[in-house]
């Protein structure tokens, strides 16, 4: 499913306003017009609703997901709220080349449709909606292997917490891994989208990188057996390990090699695919291992996005993710955009940033700048600076900041404009070289 456009009639900070995710019909790439767009950056003043765009998006898929839920099972409990949002709003998709549409007039007969709970009205009318659309089967064979949706919001880091932190023996137990997760699994994770911030850290990461766990628990009970043995001497033991190491291929030198490293690397780090204290070990370029309590939250930003997005496999679906940039220096965020799309390379991407630098990676197509008009209200308008352009360029253009310097660099500028002038007009050579010298060293220290 990938989202072709929103319009809004009145709804949070916006009234009248329609969005179309679509390359237009001039695209210089000819097989994508009109096709979905494959990555959409929303970016723009706070408070002109960046989030809301994604919240609103996020709550499409919520009534897909709960409405295929209970086409599955007529008892499961449900949530109105999400529903209620398409009183005023219209959201477009296509999936196996069929358009399909949420708004309002699904919920016009919600009267009319109590024959499964009397309590969620709103999810009664998504049951019938979704029924009548005549995908449940193709869903449920999507929903086996992928998700529909992920949305990765600024609580992020907080879920790292038992992806870094070190393990005590009880937690390497992989039944013990399980049995906690398991009631919170059979009514959430087994849902066709994933909210990071929904779960518990401990839930999350035994789901992700339960093969992680499970790589883990088996070395350590083939170790055990081994030792128990006591007919081992330490290089045979060694030996009879690394055997089946190789028998076995470690998942974190999946994730080093195909998700992580080549952005680790920009900081230095890179995956230990040896280490087994936690879930994932960093070490420096010198082979130093940190312990993920030292790591920055920047890095724990990387750690904790990147892998859902590589390892939660969405194909046919969205991702959502707010700030990208967040803790992370412009250097980092110049590969963000590409490091994220190259982890899921057939999702369609929505970003809300505040970063020209992110903005940059998006051609002007896929920008969506919100902005107010003079009057308050929030309007949005396509990009015009080029994929790649100088940031700068992008706030120019695209945001009409002809002066990026702050007062103490316009008052300089003025000063060196005015002592351009004063060296024309000077007949003294000695005057004239001191005021040289100093235009010099004031063009030198702020590059003008």
């Known amino acids: 499913m990938k989202i072709t456009g929103i319009n809004i009639g009145e709804y949070r900070q916006f009234k009248n ?19 979905p767009l494959e990555k959409v950056c929303f970016i723009g003043q706070s408070g002109t609703g960046k989030t809301t765009l994604l919240n609103t998006i996020w709550d499409f898929f919520q009534v897909v997901s709960t409405s295929f839920q209970r086409l599955g099972n007529k008892q499961i409990d449900l949530n109105d709220e999400p529903y209620k949002t398409f009183r005023n709003v219209t959201i477009r998709c ?29 999810a009664t009318a998504g049951f019938h909606w979704l029924n009548d659309l005549k995908i449940y089967n193709n869903l449920k064979e999507l929903t086996r292997t992928e998700k529909l949706a992920l949305y990765i919001d600024e609580a992020a880091v907080s879920t790292s917490k038992n992806l870094l932190e070190e393990r005590d023996s009880t937690d390497r137990n992989i039944v013990s891994i399980k049995g906690q997760a398991s009631s919170f699994s059979d009514t959430k994770i087994e849902e066709p989208i994933l909210g990071l911030s929904e779960y518990p850290s401990e839930v999350l990461w035994s789901t992700i990188l339960g093969d992680i766990d499970l790589y883990d628990n088996e070395l350590k009970q083939f170790a055990a057996n081994l030792v128990s043995k006591n007919s081992f001497s330490e290089s045979r033991l060694i030996t009879q390990i690394s055997q089946w190491q190789k028998e076995h291929p470690n998942p974190r030198a999946d994730l080093a090699e195909n998700c992580l490293n080549q952005i680790l690397n920009l900081l230095y780090l890179e995956v230990d695919t040896d280490g ?27 750690l904790a996005t990147s892998i859902p997005i590589y390892k939660i496999k969405i194909n046919n679906g969205v991702i959502l993710f707010d700030e990208p940039e967040r803790s992370l220096f412009p250097d980092i965020q110049r590969e963000l955009i590409k490091h994220y799309t190259s982890l899921a390379p057939k999702a369609q991407f929505f970003f809300a940033t505040h970063s020209p630098i992110i903005a940059s990676a998006f051609e002007p197509c896929e920008r969506f700048i919100l902005y107010f008009n003079e009057i308050g209200e929030v309007k949005c308008r396509n990009g015009v600076a080029p994929i790649g352009d100088d940031p700068n360029d992008v706030l120019r253009q695209d945001f009409g900041l002809n002066e990026l310097m702050l007062d103490e660099g316009l008052e300089a500028h003025q000063e060196y404009r005015r002592l351009g002038s004063m060296i024309r007009q000077e007949t003294d050579d000695k005057r004239k070289n001191e005021l040289i010298a100093k235009r010099i060293e004031l063009g030198n220290r702020y590059n003008f």
């Open 17 to 35: 306003i329609k969005f179309d995710f679509t390359y237009p019909e001039d695209y210089h790439d000819e097989s994508k017009r009109g096709k």
């Open 94 to 122: 296509s999936y196996i080349e069929n358009e399909i549409t949420l708004d309002n007039s699904v919920f016009e007969k919600v009267a009319d449709w109590k024959d499964l709970d009397e309590k969620s009205l709103y």
């Open 276 to 302: 087994t204290e936690s879930r994932l070990v960093l070490k420096t370029n010198y082979n130093e291992q940190i312990s993920g309590r030292y790591l920055s939250t920047g890095v724990k930003q990387l």
